[in-house]
C-alpha cells in the first residue's frame, strides 16, 4: 500500500501539469481530486477511469478483481471499436463472495483466475485491475501479477486503482502509470519509420479514429498505435519508438506522455480530432514535429496541401446546414477537452452557444473556451439538474448536447438534446465527422416531433375537453369535406 | 425436480449476475417521494445509476455516501450522517432507503445501531423523512435478495406492528423484480375489477414507466407512498409474487397477522387461474367476464404459438424466479429447456426449474450450454454470445438496454403470458431461414454433428 500511496502522490505531483505548477507545495500534496461530498457526489471511481483507458486494448484480456459489482455492473458499456479481436469485450472477474473474503482466499483465487483465462484464450496479456475491497483486505496484485507472470510466460499487468483511491480522472492517470511501469518499451517494433506517431488518449469511441486514421495513410504517417483505441498489446508495449504522441484527451493522459518525452525522447503536444480547424492544426502540429524528428521536409507542404483540399471539401458539404442552424441555440454541458474542441466546431457553422459548463476542464480549456466566446454567454462551472429543466422548459435554447447522465432532463423538458459524450454511437472526428455532426444536429433540432410533443392535451386538468385549444388537422378536415362532397345522395337515406 | 450445480470455477466470464445494492436501489425507486443511498465509494453508485439509466432510459435518483480510503478505515458513520442531512437539504426525500455494498461490508460496521444514533442525534433535521436500511453487500446474493431484503427493510421501518382492524377490501402485494412495471400496472387493474384495493410494495407501475410530467422532481415519483404502507398491516390478505420474497412476507405476516397467500410468479395459464380463485375469494364476487375473455384469448394464443415452441430446444439464463416463470411458460408449450443458468444457489423456485440440472454460473457458462440451442434468453450483455451462436435472443431481465421497453415488457398475467408467447414465436419467425439442399442433405447434416 505505501507504494501505491507514493504512485498517487507523484501523479498528483504532475510536474507537466500548469493547474498543479501554481500550487504550493503543501496544497500539492493534498493532490488534485476534489473531495467528494456524501450524499451530493456524482461520478465514476478511479477503477472506472483506469478501465477507460487500458480496456480498450483489444486482444488483451481484462480481469477484475473484486465482488461482482465493479464489473457486473460496468462491463461492454463503451462502444470502444475493434478492427479485429473481440477478446476485450468478454467480461472476467473473479467475482469474489463473502467465503473468499473471510477465508483471506483473494490472492489465491486470483492466481487461478488468471491461470484459467490465460488457458483458456491464449491473449497476448492479461490487465489484473485491483477494486475497493481486494485492496481493503490486502490483496497483492502485484505479486500475483509478479509470479503469473513468471509461470506462465504471460505479460500479466498489474492495474493498482481501486475506486476509492478518488476520481475517475486518478484512474486515467494511474492507468497511464500502469502503462509506463509495465507494457511500454517491453518489447520493440517489428517496423519502425521516421514518421510513427501515437496517439494518447484516443480510444476509438464509435470507431471515430477510423474517420481520421486515412488521412494520416495519405499523407505517409503511419500511426503506430492508438494508446488504447483498437490497439494491440504488442502495439503499445512498442510505442517507445514513434517518433511523435499526440494527445487528444486533454490533461488525462499527461504523466505518461511527459513520461514517454524523458525517457525516449519523444515529443508531445495536445490536439483534438473535433472541428475542422482543430483537426487542420493537429495534422500540421504533427507534421511539424516529425520533421523536427527527421521525416522528410516535403511532409509540411504535402500536409498543408491535404489541408486545403479538406477544408474547402468540408466548407462546401457544410454550406446546406448554415441557414437551417444558424442562430440555434445550443447549451453545451459536459467536461473536458469536448467543450472547446466541439464549441469551436459548432460556431463554425453560425450556431450560438448560450451556456457552457467548465467541469473538469483544466485551466488551458477555459482559456481556449474565453478566446473563442468571449464573455458574452454564461460559462457554468456547475448547473443543479432542476435549475437546468427549468430553463430548457423556459425555453432558452434551441437544443442541449451533453452526455447520458443529463439526457432525461432534457427529453423531460421536451427539448431536443443529441450525445455527444464518450458513450456515443455516433463518430464525430476529423473533417468527415464534423459534417456527421452537423447533419445529426439538423436532424434532432429540426425533428417535427418536438412541435407534436409539445401539443398540450386538449382537456384541462380534471380531464375535461377544452374545444378552445383542440387544434383539428387541417388536412383531415379537407379530407372528410371532400369524402362528403363525394358521397352520393342515397349514402344518407338512412339517416 | 432438478439438480442445482454450484460453481467450480475462480473466473467469471461474461457475469449473468447484477449485485444485490442494485436490487435494493430498484426496489426503494417504487416508493414515492425516495431516494436510495448507496453506503459504498462513489463509483459503486455511478455504474448502478448507469446501468439502471440504460435499462429504464429515465432519470434515476440514486446517491452516495462516497466512502474513500480513509473513511473506510476509520469508519463511515460520518459519511452517512453528512449524506442524509445533504439529501435532506437538497432533495428534501419522503423516504431515504439506504443499502450497504460491499466496500462497507467488508470493513464490517455496527450500521444500525450508527443509523439509531444519527437519526436520534438528528430527530429535528430529519423530521419528515423516513429511513430505512438494508445489508447489501455486493459478494452476497444478486438482484432478487437485494430487492427483498430493501422491501422487508421498509416493511421493518414504516409498517408498525400489531394494527387492529381491517379496512374492506384492501389487500397487499409483495411484488417480486420478475413482475415489470407494466405487469405491476395490469396486476392492479386486475384486482381492482375484484372490487378489491391493493398496496404494492415496492410499485413501479407509476414509477418507471416514464410518463412526462410538467414540473421537474428530484426524488423517485409515482409509488407507493410511506402512508400507504404504514397502512399494510391493516389488509384482508398479502398477495406475495416470488419465491424471493417469501422472507419479507414472512416479515409482513408476522408483524402484523395478516395472511399470506404464496405465488412463485404469475405467469402461464395455471398461476393466473388460481389467481384469479383467490381474488375470488377475497372480493366475495365471481372472475369477471372480461378475465374470463381474457383467459380464452390466452388459450387460442397457446394453440397458434405451440408449433413454434414444441422441441425447441431454449437456453435460459436469470435470476432464480424469472428463471421459473420464463422456463416454465416455454415448457407449458412444449419446448425443452436445453440449458438452464442462474446467479445465486439456494432459492427453491431452482428445484422447480423443467431443466435437467440448473447450474449457478455466468453468460459463458450459457454460451457454452447453448450450442444446439435454438434461442438464448437473457438479459442484453447475452448479445454477443447470441451473435456467436446465429441463434435469436429473448431480451428477459435486467438490463435490457438495447431494446426500447424494458417497463413496459410483459410476461404475468393472461394477457401478460399471451404477449411472451408471441414474442418468442415471432423471434422464431424471424429468424427463418428457408431450406437449401446443402441444410436438407442427410450426409452434410451428420458430418455436422460430427464436428459439434
Given at each position: 500500500?505505501?507504494?501505491?500511496?507514493?504512485?498517487?502522490?507523484?501523479v498528483?505531483?504532475?510536474?507537466?501539469?500548469?493547474?498543479?505548477?501554481?500550487?504550493?507545495?503543501?496544497?500539492?500534496?493534498?493532490?488534485?481530486?476534489?473531495?467528494?461530498?456524501?450524499?451530493?457526489?456524482?461520478?465514476g471511481?478511479?477503477?472506472?477511469?483506469?478501465?477507460?483507458?487500458?480496456?480498450?486494448?483489444?486482444?488483451?484480456?481484462?480481469?477484475?478483481?473484486?465482488?461482482?459489482?465493479?464489473?457486473?455492473?460496468?462491463?461492454?458499456?463503451?462502444?470502444?471499436?475493434?478492427?479485429?479481436?473481440?477478446?476485450?469485450?468478454?467480461?472476467?472477474?473473479?467475482?469474489?463472495?463473502?467465503?473468499?473474503?473471510?477465508?483471506?482466499?483473494?490472492?489465491?483465487?486470483?492466481?487461478?483466475?488468471?491461470?484459467?483465462?490465460?488457458?483458456?484464450?491464449?491473449?497476448?496479456?492479461?490487465?489484473?485491475?485491483?477494486?475497493?475491497?481486494?485492496?481493503?483486505?490486502?490483496?497483492?496484485?502485484?505479486?500475483?501479477?509478479?509470479?503469473?507472470?513468471?509461470?506462465?510466460?504471460?505479460?500479466?499487468?498489474p492495474?493498482?486503482?481501486?475506486?476509492?483511491?478518488?476520481?475517475?480522472n486518478?484512474?486515467?492517470?494511474?492507468?497511464?502509470?500502469?502503462?509506463?511501469?509495465?507494457?511500454?518499451?517491453?518489447?520493440?517494433?517489428?517496423?519502425?519509420?521516421?514518421?510513427?506517431?501515437?496517439?494518447?488518449?484516443?480510444?476509438?469511441?464509435?470507431?471515430?479514429?477510423?474517420?481520421?486514421?486515412?488521412?494520416?495513410?495519405?499523407?505517409?504517417v503511419?500511426?503506430?498505435?492508438?494508446?488504447?483505441?483498437?490497439?494491440?498489446?504488442?502495439?503499445?508495449?512498442?510505442?517507445?519508438?514513434?517518433?511523435?504522441?499526440?494527445?487528444v484527451?486533454?490533461?488525462?493522459?499527461?504523466?505518461?506522455?511527459?513520461?514517454?518525452?524523458?525517457?525516449?525522447?519523444?515529443?508531445?503536444?495536445?490536439?483534438s480530432?473535433?472541428?475542422?480547424?482543430?483537426?487542420?492544426?493537429?495534422l500540421?502540429?504533427?507534421?511539424?514535429l516529425?520533421?523536427?524528428?527527421?521525416?522528410?521536409?516535403?511532409?509540411?507542404?504535402?500536409?498543408?496541401?491535404?489541408?486545403?483540399?479538406?477544408?474547402a471539401?468540408?466548407?462546401?458539404?457544410?454550406?446546406?446546414?448554415?441557414?437551417?442552424?444558424?442562430?440555434?441555440?445550443?447549451?453545451?454541458?459536459?467536461?473536458?477537452?469536448?467543450?472547446?474542441?466541439?464549441?469551436?466546431?459548432?460556431?463554425?457553422?453560425?450556431?450560438?452557444?448560450?451556456?457552457?459548463?467548465?467541469?473538469?476542464?483544466?485551466?488551458e480549456?477555459?482559456?481556449?473556451?474565453?478566446?473563442?466566446?468571449?464573455?458574452?454567454?454564461?460559462?457554468?462551472?456547475?448547473?443543479?439538474?432542476?435549475?437546468?429543466?427549468?430553463?430548457?422548459?423556459?425555453?432558452?435554447?434551441?437544443?442541449?448536447?451533453?452526455?447520458?447522465?443529463?439526457?432525461?432532463?432534457?427529453?423531460?423538458?421536451?427539448?431536443?438534446?443529441?450525445?455527444?459524450?464518450?458513450?456515443?454511437?455516433?463518430?464525430?472526428?476529423?473533417?468527415?465527422?464534423?459534417?456527421?455532426?452537423?447533419?445529426?444536429?439538423?436532424?434532432?433540432?429540426?425533428?417535427?416531433?418536438?412541435?407534436?410533443?409539445?401539443?398540450?392535451?386538449?382537456?384541462d386538468?380534471?380531464?375535461?375537453?377544452?374545444?378552445?385549444?383542440?387544434?383539428?388537422d387541417?388536412?383531415?378536415?379537407?379530407?372528410?369535406?371532400?369524402?362528403?362532397?363525394?358521397?352520393?345522395?342515397?349514402?344518407?337515406?338512412?339517416? | 425436480?432438478?439438480?442445482?450445480?454450484?460453481?467450480?470455477?475462480?473466473?467469471?466470464?461474461?457475469?449473468?449476475?447484477?449485485?444485490?445494492?442494485?436490487?435494493?436501489?430498484?426496489?426503494?425507486?417504487?416508493?414515492?417521494?425516495?431516494?436510495?443511498?448507496?453506503?459504498?465509494?462513489?463509483?459503486?453508485?455511478?455504474?448502478?445509476?448507469?446501468?439502471?439509466?440504460r435499462?429504464?432510459?429515465e432519470?434515476?435518483?440514486?446517491?452516495?455516501?462516497?466512502?474513500?480510503?480513509?473513511?473506510?478505515?476509520?469508519?463511515?458513520?460520518?459519511?452517512?450522517?453528512?449524506?442524509?442531512?445533504?439529501?435532506?437539504?437538497?432533495?428534501?426525500?419522503?423516504?431515504?432507503?439506504?443499502?450497504?455494498?460491499?466496500?462497507?461490508?467488508?470493513?464490517?460496521?455496527?450500521?444500525?445501531?450508527?443509523?439509531?444514533?444519527?437519526?436520534?442525534?438528528?430527530?429535528?433535521?430529519?423530521?419528515?423523512?423516513?429511513?430505512?436500511?438494508?445489508?447489501?453487500?455486493?459478494?452476497?446474493?444478486?438482484?432478487?435478495?437485494?430487492?427483498?431484503?430493501?422491501?422487508?427493510?421498509?416493511?421493518?421501518a414504516l409498517?408498525?406492528?400489531?394494527?387492529?382492524?381491517?379496512?374492506?377490501?384492501?389487500?397487499?402485494?409483495?411484488?417480486?423484480?420478475?413482475?415489470?412495471p407494466?405487469?405491476?400496472?395490469?396486476?392492479?387493474d386486475?384486482?381492482?375489477?375484484?372490487?378489491?384495493?391493493?398496496?404494492?410494495?415496492?410499485?413501479?407501475?407509476?414509477?418507471?414507466?416514464?410518463?412526462?410530467?410538467?414540473?421537474?422532481?428530484?426524488?423517485?415519483?409515482?409509488?407507493?407512498?410511506?402512508?400507504?404502507?404504514?397502512?399494510?398491516?391493516?389488509?384482508?390478505?398479502?398477495?406475495?409474487?416470488?419465491?424471493?420474497?417469501?422472507?419479507?412476507g414472512?416479515?409482513?405476516?408476522?408483524?402484523?397477522?395478516?395472511?399470506?397467500?404464496?405465488?412463485?410468479?404469475?405467469?402461464?395459464?395455471?398461476?393466473?387461474?388460481?389467481?384469479?380463485?383467490?381474488?375470488?375469494?377475497?372480493?366475495?364476487?365471481?372472475?369477471p367476464?372480461?378475465?374470463?375473455?381474457?383467459?380464452?384469448?390466452?388459450?387460442?394464443?397457446?394453440?397458434?404459438?405451440?408449433?413454434?415452441?414444441?422441441?425447441?430446444?431454449?437456453a435460459?439464463?436469470?435470476?432464480?424466479?424469472?428463471?421459473?416463470?420464463?422456463?416454465?411458460?416455454?415448457?407449458?408449450?412444449?419446448?425443452?429447456?436445453?440449458?438452464?443458468i442462474?446467479?445465486?444457489?439456494?432459492?427453491?423456485?431452482?428445484?422447480?426449474?423443467?431443466a435437467?440440472?440448473?447450474?449457478?454460473g455466468?453468460?459463458?457458462?450459457?454460451?457454452?450450454?447453448?450450442?444446439?440451442?435454438?434461442?438464448?434468453?437473457?438479459?442484453?450483455?447475452?448479445?454477443?454470445?447470441?451473435?456467436?451462436?446465429?441463434?435469436?435472443?429473448?431480451?428477459?431481465?435486467?438490463p435490457?438496454?438495447?431494446?426500447?421497453?424494458?417497463?413496459?415488457?410483459?410476461?404475468?398475467?393472461?394477457?401478460?403470458?399471451?404477449?411472451?408467447?408471441?414474442?418468442?414465436?415471432?423471434?422464431?419467425?424471424?429468424?427463418?431461414?428457408?431450406?437449401?439442399?446443402?441444410?436438407?442433405?442427410?450426409?452434410?447434416l451428420?458430418?455436422?454433428?460430427?464436428?459439434?
Amino acid at each position: 500500500m505505501s507504494g501505491f500511496s507514493t504512485k498517487v502522490q507523484e501523479v498528483f505531483n504532475e510536474p507537466a501539469c500548469d493547474k498543479n505548477l501554481k500550487k504550493s507545495d503543501k496544497e500539492r500534496k493534498k493532490g488534485c481530486s476534489k473531495p467528494l461530498i456524501p450524499g451530493a457526489a456524482a461520478g465514476g471511481c478511479a477503477f472506472d477511469g483506469a478501465k477507460i483507458v487500458l480496456q480498450p486494448i483489444v486482444d488483451a484480456a481484462h480481469l477484475i478483481h473484486g465482488p461482482l459489482a465493479c464489473e457486473g455492473n460496468s462491463w461492454d458499456n463503451r462502444h470502444a471499436a475493434s478492427s479485429g479481436p473481440l477478446l476485450y469485450r468478454t467480461s472476467f472477474t473473479t467475482d469474489m463472495s463473502e467465503l473468499d473474503i473471510v477465508m483471506g482466499n483473494g490472492e489465491k483465487k486470483l492466481w487461478k483466475a488468471i491461470h484459467e483465462v490465460v488457458a483458456t484464450h491464449r491473449p497476448p496479456a492479461v490487465f489484473v485491475y485491483s477494486t475497493c475491497v481486494t485492496s481493503l483486505i490486502g490483496d497483492d496484485i502485484e505479486a500475483v501479477c509478479k509470479h503469473a507472470t513468471e509461470k506462465l510466460g504471460t505479460p500479466i499487468v498489474p492495474v493498482n486503482a481501486p475506486g476509492f483511491a478518488g476520481s475517475k480522472n486518478l484512474g486515467n492517470k494511474l492507468a497511464g502509470e500502469t502503462l509506463y511501469d509495465h507494457v511500454i518499451g517491453t518489447m520493440e517494433p517489428e517496423i519502425s519509420t521516421p514518421t510513427d506517431i501515437n496517439i494518447l488518449g484516443e480510444y476509438n469511441l464509435a470507431g471515430e479514429f477510423w474517420q481520421v486514421k486515412p488521412l494520416f495513410d495519405k499523407l505517409g504517417v503511419r500511426v503506430h498505435c492508438c494508446i488504447t483505441g483498437d490497439a494491440r498489446y504488442v502495439e503499445v508495449a512498442s510505442a517507445h519508438r514513434s517518433k511523435v504522441n499526440m494527445m487528444v484527451c486533454s490533461a488525462a493522459l499527461i504523466n505518461l506522455a511527459r513520461k514517454m518525452e524523458e525517457r525516449w525522447g519523444i515529443p508531445y503536444f495536445e490536439g483534438s480530432f473535433y472541428g475542422v480547424s482543430d483537426t487542420s492544426d493537429a495534422l500540421r502540429n504533427i507534421a511539424g514535429l516529425l520533421v523536427r524528428q527527421g521525416a522528410p521536409h516535403d511532409l509540411i507542404a504535402r500536409t498543408e496541401r491535404l489541408i486545403a483540399e479538406e477544408e474547402a471539401r468540408v466548407w462546401r458539404r457544410l454550406e446546406p446546414y448554415r441557414e437551417r442552424l444558424k442562430g440555434k441555440r445550443v447549451l453545451l454541458y459536459t467536461g473536458g477537452v469536448k467543450s472547446w474542441s466541439v464549441v469551436s466546431a459548432l460556431m463554425e457553422v453560425g450556431i450560438e452557444i448560450v451556456d457552457t459548463s467548465l467541469r473538469k476542464t483544466t485551466p488551458e480549456d477555459k482559456a481556449r473556451i474565453k478566446e473563442l466566446l468571449g464573455d458574452d454567454p454564461h460559462v457554468l462551472e456547475n448547473m443543479a439538474p432542476r435549475d437546468m429543466y427549468a430553463f430548457l422548459k423556459e425555453g432558452k435554447a434551441d437544443i442541449m448536447l451533453s452526455g447520458g447522465r443529463t439526457q432525461f432532463i432534457a427529453l423531460k423538458a421536451r427539448t431536443p438534446w443529441l450525445d455527444i459524450n464518450q458513450e456515443r454511437h455516433d463518430p464525430f472526428a476529423g473533417y468527415d465527422g464534423m459534417v456527421e455532426l452537423v447533419k445529426k444536429l439538423d436532424a434532432t433540432i429540426n425533428n417535427p416531433v418536438w412541435a407534436k410533443v409539445r401539443i398540450p392535451a386538449p382537456w384541462d386538468e380534471a380531464g375535461a375537453p377544452s374545444a378552445r385549444d383542440f387544434t383539428i388537422d387541417p388536412t383531415h378536415v379537407a379530407r372528410f369535406r371532400k369524402a362528403f362532397a363525394e358521397r352520393e345522395a342515397q349514402d344518407f337515406e338512412e339517416c | 425436480m432438478n439438480a442445482v450445480a454450484p460453481i467450480t470455477k475462480s473466473v467469471s466470464t461474461n457475469p449473468l449476475k447484477t449485485s444485490a445494492p442494485l436490487g435494493a436501489a430498484l426496489a426503494w425507486l417504487g416508493v414515492d417521494g425516495a431516494v436510495p443511498l448507496f453506503h459504498g465509494s462513489q463509483g459503486c453508485t455511478a455504474f448502478a445509476l448507469v446501468l439502471l439509466v440504460r435499462h429504464f432510459k429515465e432519470m434515476i435518483p440514486l446517491q452516495t455516501t462516497a466512502m474513500n480510503e480513509v473513511s473506510t478505515i476509520v469508519g463511515g458513520a460520518d459519511h452517512v450522517e453528512e449524506a442524509l442531512l445533504n439529501l435532506k437539504k437538497r432533495m428534501n426525500p419522503r423516504f431515504i432507503g439506504i443499502c450497504s455494498t460491499a466496500l462497507t461490508e467488508t470493513r464490517g460496521e455496527d450500521f444500525v445501531g450508527d443509523l439509531r444514533l444519527i437519526r436520534a442525534r438528528r430527530e429535528a433535521e430529519l423530521e419528515g423523512t423516513e429511513v430505512a436500511f438494508a445489508s447489501t453487500p455486493d459478494f452476497s446474493g444478486a438482484m432478487e435478495e437485494g430487492w427483498a431484503k430493501a422491501v422487508a427493510a421498509t416493511i421493518e421501518a414504516l409498517v408498525p406492528a400489531g394494527q387492529s382492524g381491517t379496512v374492506k377490501g384492501q389487500v397487499n402485494v409483495l411484488a417480486g423484480l420478475h413482475l415489470s412495471p407494466a405487469d405491476a400496472e395490469a396486476l392492479r387493474d386486475m384486482i381492482e375489477s375484484f372490487g378489491l384495493k391493493p398496496i404494492i410494495l415496492p410499485d413501479l407501475s407509476c414509477a418507471l414507466d416514464g410518463a412526462v410530467a410538467d414540473e421537474w422532481r428530484a426524488t423517485a415519483r409515482g409509488g407507493v407512498t410511506v402512508e400507504e404502507i404504514a397502512a399494510m398491516g391493516r389488509s384482508k390478505a398479502t398477495l406475495v409474487i416470488g419465491e424471493h420474497m417469501r422472507a419479507p412476507g414472512q416479515t409482513l405476516e408476522q408483524r402484523t397477522g395478516v395472511p399470506s397467500l404464496w405465488f412463485d410468479h404469475l405467469t402461464g395459464i395455471e398461476a393466473c387461474d388460481r389467481l384469479c380463485v383467490e381474488l375470488a375469494h377475497l372480493g366475495h364476487c365471481s372472475v369477471p367476464p372480461r378475465l374470463r375473455r381474457e383467459r380464452a384469448r390466452l388459450v387460442d394464443v397457446m394453440l397458434d404459438g405451440h408449433f413454434f415452441f414444441a422441441g425447441r430446444k431454449m437456453a435460459v439464463a436469470a435470476e432464480p424466479d424469472l428463471l421459473l416463470a420464463t422456463t416454465r411458460l416455454m415448457n407449458d408449450l412444449g419446448a425443452e429447456i436445453s440449458a438452464a443458468i442462474t446467479t445465486t444457489p439456494g432459492s427453491k423456485a431452482l428445484t422447480q426449474v423443467p431443466a435437467r440440472e440448473v447450474l449457478v454460473g455466468d453468460l459463458g457458462d450459457l454460451e457454452a450450454r447453448a450450442k444446439g440451442a435454438d434461442l438464448i434468453a437473457t438479459h442484453s450483455h447475452g448479445r454477443q454470445a447470441a451473435e456467436r451462436l446465429h441463434v435469436p435472443h429473448l431480451r428477459i431481465g435486467f438490463p435490457i438496454f438495447d431494446r426500447l421497453g424494458a417497463a413496459y415488457r410483459r410476461s404475468a398475467l393472461y394477457d401478460g403470458s399471451r404477449q411472451a408467447i408471441f414474442e418468442i414465436a415471432n423471434l422464431f419467425q424471424a429468424a427463418h431461414r428457408e431450406v437449401t439442399p446443402d441444410s436438407l442433405n442427410p450426409f452434410l447434416l451428420r458430418q455436422k454433428e460430427m464436428r459439434a
